[in-house]
């Protein structure tokens, strides 16, 4: 830490300290990082046929890049305080850059996704970097703002990525996804060079305990990938692997209690404060990333809406929770965690309710788009859980409660994107119409596929304005027994997600209110 700052507890509160310039600086890298994850799903079509390479093996490039992520998360609190901040923005921007010109020029899918599990590891130091970064420069009367605005980055940069891929995979070529963040990166390397010359985070150089890394690796790791190929592995896959991951991850947490100076401090939790939040954060990504899936899903699959549609659908949710989190994250500041999140926990088992209670088959765009938006903007309340939580420890844990945090992201969303996923095969099996179809085939998720473009002669508003019965009608390619069976398997999904709402409602309520 530079010797100037040292009389500050606080980077922001020396009037020298370039603190926007520093964290806008990291925004850069994150908000690329970010925006690159969901710029390679509209890809993987694309890419299926150039590399001749099935659904399967083609999701390895999402669920190989969670898998990295997961794996390494644990390590990047002892990352944090080994390396000074400057060198490790630079690493964490470099190997990304590393991983884009792999991935850029790939002869081969192997090499390609070589390149991806590269950019994972980069993305597995962003996040907890930020964080710790943003804890370090502000107070935490100050904190919630900032970390709003982080959130709103990372919540616009998904949002983005589909309609920015489409267009340059259209007018350029897929290489383009890489090759259009290098110079992007480029110029978070000239900023870092230039602004961020202190150490935000104090240099202890940990002792790293290897068996914690590979029981990390393996426990973590294993449980992304189950929780990603949930719907695909056989049962005595599933047997084996959950069960040994499980048990790898039990033998971590063990080891991390008894060591002097563990991989990752769990003593965190001894904090009841940023144990609620951690319940009510992961909670969240669970479920939003589940929600993610099942929505379009319904949209296409169901009611036969388009590509196009089902975005529009989606895209009033994402703008809202974007533009909401540095006002909840500035809420949280002035008023305290309890008065943001459980509210917004609330709201989240409303909407559930609503989407369970009345999606069917004639469900009108505008009722989803509502639905959606108000799930959307509340998730955006219980994001700011993750600050409320951080700034409960003190400062020592910081590093751990940011990797705790990281760990978890990941998990939370591969487990919450199968259980629904998985859930709803089962519903279909289970559906009385699941035997009924063409030839006696039985019907599933995998047999349908939207075929209707709506908007292509009426336009976009006519297209919003159609009920899905009437896209149905004019669609006419599936069956109204396999939009019965898959409408089964998303209403037994649906049912099951405000369980899970009333976790988090239940852990929020455990907040302490301003001033306690």
Request: glycine share 10%; proline share 5%; aromatic share 10%.
């Amino acid at each position: 830490m530079a010797s100037s700052s040292r009389q500050y507890e606080y980077f922001d509160d020396d009037p020298a300290f370039p603190s926007t310039l520093v964290i806008s600086t990291l925004f850069v890298g994150a908000f690329i990082g970010f925006l690159n994850e969901t710029l390679l799903n509209v890809a993987l079509p694309t890419l299926m046929g150039e590399f001749s390479v099935d659904k399967t093996t083609v999701q390895w490039m999402v669920t190989g890049f969670m898998l990295v992520m997961g794996a390494l998360a644990p390590l990047t609190a002892s990352l944090v305080q080994w390396l000074d901040t400057r060198r490790l923005t630079l690493v964490t921007l470099g190997t990304f850059l590393a991983g884009s010109a792999i991935c850029a020029t790939a002869p081969t899918f192997g090499l390609l996704l070589t390149g991806r599990l590269v950019q994972a590891v980069s993305a597995a130091l962003t996040m907890p970097l930020l964080m710790n970064a943003t804890l370090a420069i502000y107070p935490p009367e100050r904190c919630g703002k900032v970390m709003g605005l982080v959130a709103m980055v990372f919540s616009a940069a998904p949002a983005l990525g589909p309609t920015i891929s489409g267009f340059i995979i259209d007018h350029f070529g897929w290489r383009w996804l890489f090759l259009l963040t290098v110079p992007l990166m480029l110029v978070a390397v000239l900023l870092v060079l230039r602004y961020l010359k202190v150490t935000l985070v104090e240099i202890t150089r940990p002792r790293i305990d290897l068996l914690s890394v590979v029981l990390s690796v393996l426990g973590f790791g294993g449980l992304v990938y189950g929780g990603s190929t949930f719907s695909e592995a056989s049962a005595l896959q599933l047997a084996v692997l959950l069960p040994v991951s499980l048990l790898m991850i039990g033998a971590f947490v063990v080891r991390q209690f008894r060591l002097k100076t563990p991989l990752l401090n769990l003593r965190a939790f001894g904090h009841a404060q940023f144990g609620y939040a951690v319940i009510v954060l992961a909670s969240n990504i669970f479920l939003f990333l589940g929600m993610e899936l099942l929505m379009p899903m319904y949209a296409q699959q169901v009611l036969m809406l388009s590509a196009t549609v089902t975005g529009l659908i989606l895209l009033p949710g994402s703008i809202a929770q974007a533009l909401l989190m540095p006002v909840f994250g500035t809420l949280l500041d002035r008023r305290g965690g309890r008065f943001v999140v459980l509210p917004g926990t609330v709201f989240i088992l409303i909407s559930l309710l609503g989407m369970w209670l009345s999606f069917d088959a004639t469900s009108r765009v505008w009722w989803l788009a509502t639905l959606f938006g108000l799930f959307s903007a509340a998730g955006a309340a219980a994001m700011v859980s993750e600050t409320y939580g951080l700034n409960a420890l003190p400062r020592n844990l910081n590093p751990h409660g940011a990797a705790i945090m990281a760990t978890l992201n990941p998990i939370a969303g591969a487990l919450g994107a199968a259980f629904f996923v998985g859930v709803t095969h089962l519903g279909e099996r289970l559906s009385p119409n699941a035997a009924v179809g063409d030839a006696g085939t039985t019907l599933s998720t995998d047999s349908l596929h939207p075929t209707l473009e709506l908007g292509q002669a009426g336009g976009q508003g006519a297209a919003i304005d159609t009920t899905a019965h009437a896209a149905a009608t004019a669609g006419g390619a599936l069956t109204e027994a396999a939009r019965a069976t898959m409408l089964d398997g998303l209403h037994l999904a649906f049912g099951l997600a405000p369980f899970v709402a009333l976790l988090m409602l239940w852990a929020a309520s455990r907040f302490h209110r301003k001033g306690q």
